[in-house]
């Protein structure tokens, strides 16, 4: 094992983990993984560090796509990944290369030069998305010659386009089955659910359904591995630092991040260092920027909600209705819900009352309520923060 030496530098490697996964695509050649679990628990990492290493180990070609950056045209952004890769494939990099993929014109009769053709250019594609993406695989699968592994992040983007987009999807990758495999991952229980188990939907029973496993103690103890090197004679508790990670939901960088920290003050007790890191202005300052992007009734929403308070009750309906200046019905609420859940900020994986990020639960959790909210919110949580 590589030595380590800072806590950025601290990786942990699942290999049989990624073997195990295409052990399940070889057996059910045609059906994909469904991998389900929270936003920044790793799945993106294991993708990068981990299934793709083992994938061309496998002789397949791995091809990402993160259709969350994509959301307008998620078809496009896996065309586009797969484009990538067929370039790469036709015109490979370096002068060398492109010589060798540049047919021959004409040899003078003495054998003395060469005058070489236009560089190689790729035949057209299809124009339509759907089309295209047939073509694609099939064209990258015959220049590389072996099996290609398209690995498709957040996927649930897809359940709020039509269904046909989805239906070409599949149909695509059931026609060519012996030449890609696919891996889908997923953060919002709700958006695979739709898409995966709907009964009638195009992805009906099309996907293996797993969940992504979390890291476990071997993560925690490079950590404070780490930390008794840098302090010696002081020493994290690994059962605190366990309670910590899964209060922040098992998210790595977020742990190491609040670790770094402790780190640079010396501080051996998490509940002290979480409180450090919370009261830090860097972080103060980026909830502030995220609550102020919301309208006054999304963030109100938010805020009851870390709360505890029942959204839809009708006590909580006449707070928000003084706070905004205006009655408040269900209906409006309701809406609100479902906005903070296409913006991530709420899911059913998250914490106080379902808010994605465990911090900013903890955070709103802690901030005023009443009139005058929808104005001054993101100044009077900046004051609560830091006493």
Do not use: C
């Not at 920044?40 to 950056?69: I, N, S």
């Not at 990758?173 to 659910?193: C, I, M, N």
């Not at 002081?234 to 960088?253: I, M, N, S, T, Y």
């Amino acid at each position: 094992m590589t030595s380590i030496s800072t806590f950025d530098t601290i990786e942990i490697r699942r290999p049989e983990l990624a073997k195990s996964y295409l052990s399940l695509l070889a057996a059910d050649a045609g059906r994909p993984l469904a991998l389900f679990a929270p936003r920044r628990v790793g799945k993106t990492y294991f993708l990068d560090h981990d299934l793709t290493p083992a994938a061309r180990q496998g002789k397949m070609l791995p091809v990402y796509a993160d259709l969350w950056l994509h959301k307008a045209d998620p078809l496009g952004a896996i065309n586009h990944a797969l484009e990538e890769a067929l370039d790469d494939a036709t015109v490979p990099e370096g002068a060398v290369g492109k010589i060798a993929k540049t047919p021959v014109k004409k040899i003078n009769v003495l054998g003395t030069g060469v005058d070489l053709g236009e560089a190689p250019q790729r035949r057209p594609l299809p124009a339509a998305p759907e089309l295209r993406l047939d073509a694609l695989i099939a064209r990258l699968a015959s220049r590389r010659g072996g099996k290609i592994l398209l690995m498709l992040d957040e996927v649930q983007t897809l359940a709020d386009f039509p269904p046909a987009l989805i239906a070409t999807l599949r149909a695509v990758l059931h026609k060519r089955k012996d030449q890609v495999d696919a891996v889908f991952t997923g953060s919002s229980q709700e958006g695979l659910a739709k898409l995966m188990t709907t009964v009638g939907a195009p992805m009906y029973q099309f996907a293996q359904l797993l969940t992504f496993p979390f890291l476990g103690d071997e993560y925690l103890q490079q950590l404070a591995g780490h930390f008794a090197k840098v302090h010696p004679g002081k020493a994290l508790d690994l059962g605190e630092l366990r309670q910590l990670f899964v209060r922040l939901g098992h998210k790595p960088a977020l742990l190491r991040d609040i670790v770094k920290s402790m780190s640079a003050e010396g501080i051996t007790d998490t509940e002290i260092g979480l409180r450090h890191f919370m009261s830090d202005e860097r972080q103060v300052t980026g909830w502030r920027a995220l609550l102020d992007s919301l309208e006054a009734l999304d963030r109100l929403v938010l805020t009851v909600i870390g709360q505890g308070l029942p959204p839809l009750g009708q006590g909580t309906l006449d707070l928000l209705g003084k706070s905004v200046g205006g009655k408040v019905t269900i209906s409006k609420v309701r809406a609100s819900i479902d906005k903070l859940k296409r913006l991530g900020i709420l899911s059913k994986w998250g914490g106080k009352g379902g808010i994605e990020d465990q911090l900013l639960a903890e955070y709103v959790a802690n901030l005023p309520l009443g009139p005058a909210l929808s104005r001054t919110l993101p100044q009077q949580g900046n004051k609560k923060a830091n006493r």
